[in-house]
Each structure stands twice: as C-alpha cells, then as structure tokens.
C-alpha cells in the first residue's frame, strides 16, 4: 500500500487565502457584564444630555426675560426722567425769548443733631455762618435730639462753609428755587412762587408752569427797562404816592411793557410791603378825568357831525347841580369851537356836547368801546369798572369831563387803542398764546378824525410837553381831584397823559399816570396833568421808539 503522504488531494486541500478569513469571536460572561456597563453609560450620557438642553432652554429663556425686564425698567426709568424733566416749573420769557423767571436746583440745610460730634463748636460755626439767625436760635435747635431743617435754599458760599466743618450732622437735601433774573422789573406781571404761595401769572398760569410748559409773554425786557427807570425818576421828581405805565400794541392788544410803582422782588416775597404788591394797572379804578373827554368827540364823529362847526358859550359856566358850577377859569374865550374844548380841555363844552349828543348814545358807546363792559386779561386778574349807580342825565354829564365813573388804567388804554387803530376792537394781551380777532366797532372816518385831533393836542393845546422830537404823536391829558368823605380834594390829584404813536398810522398807545403828585403845584389844576404825565410820556416814548418802529432806527442803505 502506498502511504499517504504520497498522495496530494488538491481538491480537498483548503486554499490559503480561504484560510486567512475574519476572526471570530464568541461571547462569554464577562462580555455581557462589559455591555450591560456600556449600556448604563450610554443611557446616562443620554439623560445629562437631557438636562442639560432642558437647563440650556431654561437659562436662554431666563436671560431672554431679564433682558426684557431691562429693557422695560431703562423704558420706565426714562420715561419717569421725562415727566420729571416735564413737571420741572416751565420758565417765564419775554418776547424775544429772555429769561423773567426760571426754576434752579439748590441744597437745603438739615442738622441731625443726634449725629453730631461737637455740639458746642458746629453751634459756634453756623452762628458765623448765618448771621441773620437769632441768637438764641442754635440753642434751641440743639436742646432737642432732632432732625432740623436750618435753611432752605443755601448760597455756594453757604454750601462750601459747611462742607469745610466737616461734621457728620450736617446734612444736604436737594431742593428747587424759583428765581426771578429781572427782579423788580416785572413783578407785577409774574407776582411770585413761594413753596404753595403763589400770585398773578404764577398763580393764574400754574396749570401750565406746573407741567412743564413754557410761558411766552408780550411784554419786552428792553422796553419794561427804560419804561421803569424814567417812571421810577418821575415818581420822585413829582414826589408821588404811586405810579402807572402801559405800552400797548394797538392792533393786536399785545402788552409790551407794563409798571406799576411802587413794586417789590419776587425773590423775597417776605419782603414785600404793604400796597406795593397791588397791580395798580389792572387792579385799581380812578375817576380818569380829561382822558374821557375825546370819547366825547368820538361820539360826535360817530353821531352828529354838525356840532363840529357849532361854537359853544362857556363864560357864564355850567350849573350841574344847585351847589356845584362847572366852569373853565383857565379859558379866557368866552366861546369856543368844538376843537377848542379838546385842545383846551373845557368841562363845560364837554357838558354841553353831551346835552346835544344824548344819554343813551353815550351809554351805548362806553358798551361798545369796553368801558363797561368786563375786561379779560389771561394770567392777570383785572378790576370790574364801576359805573354810577344810576346813569341819569346828571351822572351823564359828570362822565363827560372824566367824573362819576372809576376804570382801571389797562381798561382805559384798551379802549384808546380801538379809537385810534382803525376802529377795531381791542383785546389785552400779556400771554403770546392768546388769540386776535378782529372787529369793527366804529366808523374808519371816526379813528382818523380822532387821530388828527389827539396830535392837535399836542401840538397846540395841553399836551405841548408830549413831544417827541423826530415823531409825530398825540395825546391827551388830564387831572382829576380824588374823591375823600364824599368830597372831592383840592389838593390830591390823578395825572395822567394818553397818547399814541406814530399817529399817522398809529401802532402803540401809551399811558402815563401819577396818583398824588404834590410837585409843580404852582401850575393850573388844568395843566397839570401836561407837567407830569406828558413830558414823562416824552422822555418814555423818544428812548423806545427806536426799538418798536424800525424806521427809526438809522440806516446805512
């Protein structure tokens, strides 16, 4: 037999690349413990994973909510900001935009005495800092554990004394002042603000100072200036109780400047006198005198042109009562003409037009023109006019020559202003805001005539020192007895001038008026309104009608 190593089988005999196939592996028990680990591990990735996103969320989510309430809060901060900034007092300006009164921040001074380190020395120190201070006031302050406010409203170098002292005890509050730039010059327009006191614009305008909105006013700080330097030099020169000015826009009834004397600094209100705090230009009514007197001629322009060329006998007087006669001791004519009674102011003559005119149109014109009528002025109370009790024939007759009726001087100058302006109604105004009509109340004839007669005056009758050198005005003036226990005084008086200018085409009317002048008594009575009054209105009106008529002004075209 052969052996069978001798023998190859090739078809048997397993190839070597078969051979060379994948190893495999069997599983045994440590296999599944190491997969069941694998497992756990794998699951427990997957739940942290789970989490973590879930907690990724809640922080995405949570700075997504904080970025909003950021956002809300910077909203509601500037918001907050603006209506502080908003509720911050509005200022006052004049016309041109100048500061009259404004609100700035300031400290006020608060002592803790319980805070104190040395209540002899800090007592020493502040009594040299405010000497104004009783001096016993620091005692008290200090006999007491206390909060205390000593001041409010504390100067920088008040500020800068105490903070050098150094003391824990003292302490600064912030706080609010309204101050007033112009002092004097307008307080009878703004009045003043005080922690809850308040007057006149400040008061009669608060809603809108009080959130913030400014107050735009007609009058103008260059013109109030000059208009209460040459009042304050007359009131002295004539040596009077009180005085009155007011420049008024004839077309528009803007105020542009208004004084009245005495006045105070709305700054220290506690400081105000007794009488000086009274707007005398809207707050007061006087019997006006010769001033009523052109409403005569008016009345004739308007009614009966014939009395114009009518003469009228004056030299045997008017007996208006049985105890009283009018009559005209300055005049020496014993007739005049109907522009002789305006250029020489007759009493009698104006009685005696008036007794051709009629009560009833004269009762209807004073309605028309504003006299009795009620006058409204915004952010400035004004006194009701007081008519007589009852307007008979005789009460008639007192009005005529300027008696028997008392109006406030802001009534008087807006009625001359419809005279003179065309014959359009006038209404005051001292706020820029307020709104203009326009409304004829007399005839166009009627304010020219009455223009030609006011320069007449001027210039060849009682108003001679009215004059303005370069401009044509005119005018009228008047002196009237105050009434005292029923009886009318010889010695007080009320002066006052009314004019216009330019009165070619007029613009401004300006009154002047003085209560108790005793000065340049050797003067007539009848003329004394023209030696104060109207040489005030003079060096008033040539200072500023440089500033309210353009064509005054030199030019170099």
């Not at 509601?76 to 100048?98: A, H, M, V």
């Not at 007011?246 to 400081?271: R, T």
């Not at 006058?375 to 020559?401: C, H, T």
């Not at 105050?482 to 009314?498: A, D, H, N, P, V």
């Amino acid at each position: 037999m052969h052996d069978s190593k001798d023998f190859f089988y090739e078809n048997i005999i397993p190839k070597k690349s078969k051979m060379e196939s994948t190893k495999i592996l069997f599983k045994d028990s440590s296999d599944i413990l190491e997969y069941e680990n694998k497992k756990k591990i794998i699951n427990f990735a997957k739940k942290t994973n789970k989490v973590f996103f879930i907690g990724s969320i809640f922080i995405y989510l949570f700075i997504i909510l904080n970025l909003t309430d950021i956002s809300i809060i910077k909203q509601k901060k500037s918001e907050s900001s603006n209506q502080i900034i908003k509720n911050k007092r509005g200022k006052i300006l004049d016309r041109n935009g100048e500061i009259i009164a404004t609100t700035i921040k300031t400290k006020d001074l608060y002592v803790d005495t319980r805070k104190v380190l040395d209540q002899r020395k800090l007592k020493n120190k502040l009594n040299l800092i405010f000497k104004d201070r009783k001096k016993d006031f620091f005692d008290k302050v200090f006999s007491n554990k206390k909060y205390v406010r000593i001041k409010k409203n504390l100067t920088s170098n008040e500020i800068n004394s105490l903070m050098r002292i150094g003391d824990p005890g003292i302490i600064f509050h912030n706080s609010e002042k309204r101050i007033y730039l112009q002092h004097n010059l307008f307080s009878h327009l703004t009045g003043f603000k005080s922690q809850e006191i308040k007057s006149k614009v400040e008061k009669n305008l608060d809603h809108e100072l009080s959130n913030g909105e400014n107050i735009d006013l007609t009058v103008d700080l260059r013109v109030q200036s000059i208009v209460h330097d040459e009042l304050s030099k007359s009131i002295l020169k004539y040596n009077a109780k009180s005085a009155v000015a007011i420049i008024m826009n004839v077309n528009n009834g803007e105020i542009i400047s208004l004084v009245s004397l005495p006045d105070f600094d709305p700054n220290f209100p506690e400081n105000i006198k007794p009488l000086s705090e009274n707007n005398l230009a809207t707050e007061a009514r006087y019997e006006m005198g010769s001033t009523l007197k052109i409403f005569n001629a008016a009345l004739v322009f308007e009614n009966n042109n014939e009395l114009i060329n009518k003469s009228f006998q004056i030299s045997e007087g008017y007996q208006i009562t049985p105890n009283k006669l009018i009559e005209d001791k300055h005049i020496k004519d014993k007739k005049i003409s109907f522009e002789d009674i305006f250029l020489y102011s007759s009493n009698v003559g104006s009685i005696k037009l008036i007794n051709d005119i009629g009560i009833n149109k004269q009762k209807d014109f004073f309605e028309i023109i504003g006299i009795t009528t009620k006058l409204k002025l915004d952010g400035i109370n004004i006194v009701n006019n007081r008519k007589p009790m009852e307007w008979d024939e005789q009460a008639s007759k007192f009005i005529s020559y300027g008696y028997g009726i008392s109006i406030s001087p802001i009534s008087l100058i807006t009625a001359y202003s419809s005279l003179v302006n065309g014959g359009f109604r006038v209404k005051p105004k001292i706020h820029s805001d307020q709104k203009s009509s326009k409304e004829r109340i007399i005839k166009e004839e009627t304010s020219k005539k009455i223009g030609l007669l006011l320069e007449k005056i001027v210039d060849h009758g009682t108003g001679k020192k009215a004059k303005v050198t370069g401009l044509r005005v005119g005018g009228k003036t008047a002196t009237s007895k105050k009434l005292e226990k029923g009886e009318y005084s010889e010695k007080k008086l009320i002066t006052s001038f009314i004019g216009s200018f330019p009165i070619d085409e007029p613009k401004f009317t300006a009154l002047i008026l003085f209560d108790e002048p005793t000065k340049n008594a050797g003067e007539s009575i009848e003329s004394f309104g023209g030696n104060t009054a109207a040489p005030t209105f003079s060096r008033i009106i040539s200072k500023i009608s440089p500033i309210l008529i353009k064509q005054n002004y030199s030019s170099s075209d």
